[in-house]
């Protein structure tokens, strides 16, 4: 009993603060104990006598440094905390960024919850992790709020291979918002902020990456990702574009937008952009609120025109690539499309192996409406969609996005609600070729720079033995992708970083049946993966056990001699001087 007592009997500081605090009140001692034993309930016992009586004379209405003898307690500068790394520290600074509470499972199965604000003096900034009942100290501080901390503790964490010194607050933590003291607000100077418009950013965005803070009107829509990481813990990638009076920029949030769209953070809205602006190897400059920054509503006023949401616009199918061809890089990314058709080809459903060890899928399919015939590139959950289709099914693409791989336009999805199937009826007069592309036959002498849909007939006389079988490609356009570190890839086309997709690729050569004339022909993707046999999958299992060049040496026997119909789409390869033959369809 004895020993239960004194576990339950706060210490001499806690029963000074209660002292002052049931004089201030009216009550007595007992009352606010109680009070106390109340708000750690409320907790979940996840606070302490110290945040208890913080949470006390919050509900009162009286500041934590009503309750504390400030002249005994030392503060220290931020620069200070940095370099000497105590394990506990006093500090005062101003509100520099705001992140949002994220809910968490520890590795005991109980559930936690983490915010993160950074603050900054004179001297420098840190960041301050809030755990459980502090978290909620994110939601009730702004951008230069003066906030002091008593009894937090630092720790050095590892940062993209970097270490960073942040301060944790725990539940001996007190935490006072906006301190009565002149002093505290006197001796820091506010955060100055300066907005920069989206040319300055992409000017001044070199090969660094740099700080910045700018104000934009939403132009697209907010489509938040999931991700897993290599930890195996999962992420949210959050991208859209915003526009002010001198261009327009990506915006990368590494956070679900969810709760900010509740918020009327969304397609049209004004928002401010806090983050570090990085330049792509084309020239693009996308700014990245991670670890650096956030966004808010913004009430500034902008000189922009009448908003028109230029992506969902409903095209027939032989109108798509040249629409594509008018619109701007920018446009390209954000325009979205409706169109309907019959499916003339199923390629099915794949799945392959993401760089981080999660498992994606692919599925793909044409589509015609009678104006012409496209490719549609279906995604992960959306791609089970495409696993029951038949040819003859008619399917409403509700919103699409317009990708080019090679000289084609495809449809890329990734939701499964811009999708569906509707009555074949609409197009039962339709004359609609399936299954196979009809090309028109020529020989290899005959071809000319740009034709299309041409059916070679060739015997395969070799194969390129310097090829790579496979190669990183992007998932949204399909370009060879560039690894730029820390597994990380880069599409230079897109401009931005994403998860690559091991894509295959073969290039054989072919003679005319009778020997007169040869050609290179390139197979991308299902149409490699048909003439070789195998799919993507199993060709990157057997490069691993018997390496690239015996599997080459395996595929050019087995191929060699063979003939084969292939109908595709002829280039002339300025580099080589020579015409090379691109494969949409093998018969």
Same mark, same amino acid.
């Given at each position: 009993?004895?020993?239960? $007592? ?35 309930? *409320? ?56 992140? @949002? ?21 004179? !001297?420098?900034?840190? =960041? ?10 994110? %939601? ?36 006072? #918002?906006? @301190? ?5 607000? !006197? ?7 300066? #907005? ?9 965005? $070199? ?10 009107? +939403? ?19 959050? @991208? ?11 915006? +990368? ?51 922009? @025109?009448?908003? /028109? ?9 032989? *109108? ?17 499309? !409706? ?58 693409? $509700? $919103?699409?996005?317009?990708? /080019? ?18 009555? /074949? ?34 015997? #395969?006389?070799?194969?390129?033995? %310097?090829?790579?079988?496979?190669? =990183? ?6 370009? /060879? ?20 997709? =091991? ?23 299902? &149409? ?12 990157? &299992? ?35 001087? *020579? ?5 949409? *369809?093998?018969?």
């Amino acid at each position: 009993m004895n020993e239960k $007592k004194e576990k339950n009997t706060p210490d001499e500081s806690i029963m000074e603060g209660v002292k002052k605090l049931a004089n201030l009140l009216g009550k007595s001692e007992n009352e606010i104990l109680s009070l106390m034993n109340k708000k750690k309930d *409320e907790m979940g016992g996840l606070i302490n006598d110290y945040g208890a009586l913080s949470g006390v004379a919050s509900d009162f209405g009286v500041r934590i440094s009503e309750l504390t003898d400030e002249n005994n307690i030392s503060f220290s500068k931020i620069k200070d905390v940095l370099v000497k790394r105590e394990i506990s520290v006093n500090v005062i600074g101003r509100v520099k960024r705001v992140f @949002p509470v994220k809910d968490f499972q520890r590795k005991d199965g109980t559930a936690g919850k983490v915010a993160r604000i950074i603050i900054s003096d004179e !001297t420098g900034e840190i =960041p301050v992790v809030l755990w459980d009942a502090h978290s909620e100290i994110s %939601n009730r501080v702004k951008f230069n709020d003066i906030v002091q901390l008593i009894k937090g503790n630092t720790k050095v964490s590892t940062f993209n291979e970097l270490e960073r010194v942040e301060i944790n607050l725990t539940s001996f933590s007190i935490v006072d #918002i906006n @301190p009565k003291s002149g002093d505290a607000k !006197t001796k820091i100077p506010e955060i100055s902020e300066r #907005i920069q418009t989206i040319k300055e950013v992409k000017e001044k965005t $070199k090969d660094d990456k740099i700080p910045a803070c700018v104000v934009g009107r +939403i132009i697209s829509d907010i489509e938040s990702n999931e991700f897993e990481r290599v930890d195996g813990s999962k992420g949210v990638r959050s @991208p859209f574009f915003i526009e002010d009076e001198t261009g327009t920029i990506r915006i +990368i949030v590494w956070d679900d937008m969810k709760d900010n769209k509740d918020k009327g953070i969304n397609f049209g809205g004004l928002v401010k952009v806090r983050g570090m602006a990085k330049r792509g190897m084309l020239g693009d400059v996308e700014l990245s609120t991670n670890s650096a920054g956030n966004v808010e509503k913004s009430d500034a006023k902008l000189n922009l @025109p009448e908003l /028109k949401r230029i992506g969902v616009q409903s095209l027939k199918i032989g *109108e798509i690539s040249n629409k594509y061809e008018t619109l701007s890089e920018d446009e390209k990314r954000i325009f979205t499309l !409706t169109t309907k058709g019959v499916v003339t080809k199923n390629f099915g459903v794949k799945e392959f192996e993401g760089i981080q060890g999660n498992v994606r899928k692919r599925g793909a399919f044409m589509l015609n409406d009678g104006t012409g015939s496209i490719r549609i590139v279906i995604w992960n959950d959306a791609a089970d969609f495409a696993e029951n289709l038949s040819e003859g099914d008619a399917v409403e693409i $509700k $919103k699409g996005n317009i990708r /080019k791989n090679m000289e084609n336009c495809e449809i890329h999805i990734r939701k499964k609600n811009d999708i569906n199937l509707i009555d /074949k009826k609409e197009f039962a007069n339709l004359d609609i070729s399936f299954s196979k592309l009809e090309g028109v036959e020529k020989k290899i002498s005959e071809l000319n720079d740009g034709d299309r849909n041409v059916k070679l007939v060739i015997k #395969i006389v070799d194969i390129d033995s %310097n090829q790579q079988l496979t190669y =990183p490609s992007c998932p949204t356009c399909n370009k /060879k992708v560039m690894n730029v570190g820390n597994n990380e890839w880069y599409c230079e086309k897109c401009g931005t970083s994403v998860e690559q997709v =091991p894509k295959l690729m073969l290039r054989i050569i072919g003679e005319d049946i009778n020997g007169n004339e040869q050609i290179k022909v390139i197979l991308f993707g299902d &149409n490699a993966e048909k003439i070789i046999g195998m799919d993507t999958t199993e060709i990157l &299992n057997l490069v691993g056990e018997s390496g690239e060049q015996t599997v080459i040496e395996k595929v050019k026997t087995d191929l060699e001699g063979s003939v084969k119909t292939i109908v595709g789409h002829a280039k002339f390869n300025k580099n080589f001087a *020579e015409m090379v033959f691109y494969a949409d *369809e093998i018969e």
